[in-house]
T-cell receptor
């Protein structure tokens, strides 16, 4: 069964705006990862945050993790049309990762 | 360095036919995974391998078999294809399990009629 659940399912914004996506999960984790998938392509890893970290940055990406609420958020600042993609959170489950259904982000130029 | 490659990219099968999907990675990763992706379902793990010669079942293993005879290759077999196996299949690899990022192949779109 899926571990992470992303919210919202779809998000449409204008170029230059910030995009925030949320992920909730059910069981304790060691780490949480975010991936991006462009249409018709494989997933690309964006960022990994460990359970003892609260916030992590990578370029225009900011990820937070609240283990008490079992939730994470991904913020993309100053979005670009090229950020249009689906974004997935994934939580560790022993040896593999469990992926949510994703948030479909559309950035309009 | 090609990363993770998958063969073929597209395939159409008739119900009952068999086929093998090939995944290859050139990063010397120990762990390899096969997922299927269906609309609105995210990725679901079919089978995985923690090293050459090993395989294990994931969430949705029924109807599929796998083999990892060489470290760089992970094969996914469908012995008797069913329309419910129509999906996009992704292979991934990682250095050492869920504490590391996974590297994904471009996917194989399979249609079973």
């Amino acid at each position: 069964s899926q571990q992470g659940e992303e919210d919202p399912q779809a998000l449409s914004i204008q170029e230059g705006e910030n995009a925030t996506m949320n992920c909730s999960y059910k069981t304790s984790i060691n780490n949480l990862q975010w991936y991006r998938q462009n249409s018709g392509r494989g997933l690309v890893h964006l960022i990994l945050i460990r359970s003892n970290e609260r916030e992590k940055h990578s370029g225009r990406l900011r990820v937070t993790l609240d283990t008490s609420k079992k939730s994470s958020s991904l913020l993309i600042t100053a979005s670009r049309a090229a950020d249009t993609a689906s974004y997935f959170c994934a939580t560790d489950a022993r040896v593999d990762m469990r992926f949510g259904a994703g948030t479909r982000l559309t950035v309009k130029p | 360095n090609a990363g993770v490659t998958q063969t073929p990219k597209f395939r159409v099968l008739k119900t009952g036919q068999s086929m093998t999907l090939l995944c290859a990675q050139d990063m010397n990763h120990e762990y390899m995974y096969w997922y299927r992706q269906d609309p609105g379902m995210g990725l679901r793990l079919i089978h995985y391998s923690v090293g050459e010669g090993t395989t294990a079942k994931g969430e949705v293993p029924d109807g599929y078999n796998v083999s990892r005879l060489k470290k760089q290759n992970f094969l996914l077999g469908l012995e008797s294809a069913a329309p419910s196996q129509t999906s996009v299949y992704f292979c991934a690899s990682s250095p050492w399990g869920s504490q590391y990022e996974q590297y994904f192949g471009p996917g194989t779109r399979l249609t079973v009629t």
